[in-house]
């Protein structure tokens, strides 16, 4: 149908056009493509009883690429046709992409939103038999924040002084070889930086005693070589005119960096700092191997294991039943929310915050 | 005719004074060097410790280490081997990059290149929030929605595909706990950040670039072949890369999809399998101390790999250095 009308117009420019102006489609025609290729898609499916919708679907998009191209090489010529093809498969890999992210989403709200209440914010699972709905997150978002708490305590001081370091201080191979371990801290999975902790600790104790603060020190391992990288970042924007003024001033360096290159990037630093936090937050590897998890609330960090909440949703799945998985959804909820207002917040400072002068 | 000359410029009256030495900046540099070198410290400590355990386990292994399939620590003699793990986290991955590198270009060029102006800010700015949810939430996602959602995909890949063996499934109703299910899920995890990383490349490709292809009558798509994606491609390598990092050491996901068997199979839809990292917390909670140990040599397997795939990707960043997007 929509072939007939594209010639029909082909066919009436013909005439009339020098060689040089080249043919167009109407502007209309992707839509009438994607009309005829609809059509033509639900026809094949209902003939052949296709009972999934995603392959009436993909058909249709078969169908749509494949029409554009030919009718677009017939009237305006291959590399249009490509460029058309293009541009189609650069649109369905989007839409490709934003079904199961959009899905993920919605699916963690949805269930999520189905459990969460006052009790579930207020009470551990100490005494809950998992087969039974009931009990709460309460003891995991204890440990979570302390644990993670613990970590930055740890890990920021490090990895802004390490930053500082690089920046104003570092020359040499010293410098270089601590930049090139940043980079290869930065890949380390995070189950390896909990075998690690855990290897230490049978070095120094024999013994592998589950603590939220093994934990800790496994999340500021993986922490801490990010506060490095977004420091570091920030402190080079800080503009040299500042450093330069305030040492002119006579002003120590020690100084110059305290109260003037630090201020001037903080809000960089911050954000960065959070979304570390926010990324350590949702560590889960390290807290299985050393840290346990437990039903029962455990407020001290140093000694017996703790839960925390990413590690209760891998606890709550493994359960298998549905009550647990209820549990595990509520919790993701939790934890979602929890990464995303610290992702907020940052991104909110980072835009309050930000360095005028660039460069 | 501005210049009024300039006073002479006086000789200094003594030479620069050599920086005074103030105990706070000694105090000072001294933190900032110590923590350094503390990371440094930490890293080396990593090597060390967990190659003295991984030794110790491996010498008392009576099974090829790199051959073995089986994964019996707790057996006498001890018999384990990474085979199976090896194999399956090779594959896993390679089916999340195949999946995730496509589309996350596609992404990337749909960003920058064809939404409108007002929705490509926007929908950058929503993926890079995805690529902060907690890899646990995409495996509870994966087991309780991805696996029955895929059992259609996989009945109808074994029935149209099963001839190129490995689409082939031996047991075409069970779940779809496969090493390709957790291919899919990694490419979803792994989306945002290769997105991110390759649209923020993208950004910097020189205007000039693009407008000249333009002037000489360059479709869209010719631009971007022309002009984008030769600028663009170490930079969307090393992006690949970062995302191939991330899929290797995945615990999670993999541990809460795959249906872990100590089966080295071909047919990718199968049931069976595992992955270093998956194994490491599944057999965890049971091992004795040797078992740990025995653990704790794959997980340095597993890094030295992780090792050589960031290096990789550092090494391709560092050629085109006005590009800094190692802080992903």
């Known amino acids: ?359 | 005719m501005t210049t009024t000359a300039p006073p002479a410029t006086r000789p200094e009256p003594h030479r620069a004074a050599k920086t005074v030495s103030r105990p706070g900046d000694r105090i000072f540099a001294g933190l900032a060097r110590g923590s350094g070198i503390l990371l440094l410290v930490v890293m080396a400590a990593i090597a060390v410790f967990l190659t003295v355990r991984a030794a110790h386990a491996i010498s008392k292994d009576h099974g090829n280490f790199l051959t073995t399939f089986e994964w019996t620590p707790s057996l006498n003699p001890p018999v384990f081997g990474i085979a199976v793990l090896a194999y399956g986290t090779v594959v896993s991955s390679i089916i999340a990059m195949a999946i995730a590198v496509p589309i996350a270009i596609g992404i990337a060029l749909f960003i920058t290149h064809y939404a409108p102006r007002r929705l490509g800010g926007p929908i950058a700015y929503v993926i890079d929030l995805l690529a902060a949810v907690p890899s646990i939430v995409y495996g509870l996602w994966g087991a309780l929605f991805l696996v029955p959602h895929l059992r259609g995909v996989n009945l109808w890949l074994d029935h149209y595909f099963g001839w190129t063996y490995i689409f082939h499934k031996e047991d075409p109703n069970s779940a779809a706990r496969s090493l390709f299910t957790v291919g899919i899920l990694l490419a979803i995890m792994i989306l945002p950040i290769i997105t991110n990383v390759s649209r923020e490349v993208i950004n910097q490709v020189p205007k000039m670039h693009e407008e000249a292809a333009l002037a000489l009558g360059a479709t869209r798509w010719e631009v971007i072949r022309l002009s984008v994606l030769p600028f663009a491609r170490s930079g969307i390598i090393s992006a690949s890369m970062l995302g191939l990092g991330r899929a290797l050491g995945e615990t999670m996901a993999v541990a809460t999809v795959l249906s872990a068997s100590p089966t080295l199979s071909g047919h990718l839809l199968d049931p069976v399998g595992g992955t270093f990292s998956q194994n490491i917390v599944a057999k965890f909670g049971e091992a004795d101390d040797f078992g740990r140990d025995a653990l704790i040599a794959s997980g340095l397997v597993l890094f030295l790999i992780t090792l050589l795939v960031n290096g990789a990707a550092r090494i391709i960043i560092q050629r085109r250095k006005e590009y800094s997007g190692a802080n992903a």
């Open chain 1, 1 to 359: 149908m929509s072939d007939t009308v594209i010639d029909a117009t082909a066919a009436a420019g013909k005439p009339a056009t020098p060689r040089l102006a080249s043919r167009h489609l109407p502007r209309w025609s992707p839509l009438a493509i994607a009309a005829g290729a609809i059509a033509i898609a639900v026809a094949i499916g209902a003939g052949a009883g296709l009972t999934s919708h995603i392959q009436w679907g993909l058909i249709a998009l078969a169908l749509f690429v494949a029409g554009s191209y030919a009718i677009t090489a017939r009237v305006e010529g291959r590399r249009q046709a490509k460029d058309r093809v293009a541009t189609s498969l650069v649109w369905s890999s989007f839409i490709l992409a934003v079904v199961p992210l959009y899905s993920l989403v919605e699916t963690t709200i949805s269930k999520g939103v189905g459990v969460l209440d006052g009790t579930f914010l207020t009470h551990s699972m100490n005494n809950v038999l998992t087969i039974q709905p009931g009990g709460g997150v309460y003891h995991a978002i204890i440990g979570t924040l302390e644990q993670v708490g613990i970590a930055t305590v740890i890990a920021a001081p490090l990895g802004m002084l390490t930053a500082i370091y690089l920046v104003e201080y570092g020359k040499g191979r010293l410098a270089k070889w601590v930049t090139f371990f940043v980079d290869v801290m930065t890949g380390i999975p995070s189950i390896v930086a909990g075998l690690f902790i855990l290897s230490v600790w049978f070095v120094a104790l024999g013994k592998a005693p589950a603590s939220g603060f093994a934990g800790s020190l496994a999340l500021a391992l993986l922490m801490m070589p990010v506060v490095v990288r977004s420091t570091e970042e920030m402190l080079k924007l800080v503009p040299n005119e500042l450093r330069e003024a305030s040492l002119a001033l006579g002003v120590p360096k020690w100084r110059t960096t305290v109260k003037v290159v630090l201020p001037t990037a903080v809000g960089g630093i911050t954000t960065g700092i959070m979304l570390a936090i926010a990324r350590i937050a949702g560590e889960s590897a390290p807290i299985a191997l050393l840290v346990f998890g437990s039903a029962a609330i455990n407020t001290n960090p140093f000694k017996d294991p703790q839960s925390s909440l990413p590690y209760y949703i891998f606890e709550q799945y493994n359960n298998g039943n549905q009550p647990s998985y209820d549990r595990a959804w509520g919790a993701a909820l939790v934890l979602i929310a929890f990464v995303m207002i610290l992702n907020l917040v940052a991104r909110v400072i980072s835009r309050w915050k930000a360095p005028k002068a660039g460069r």
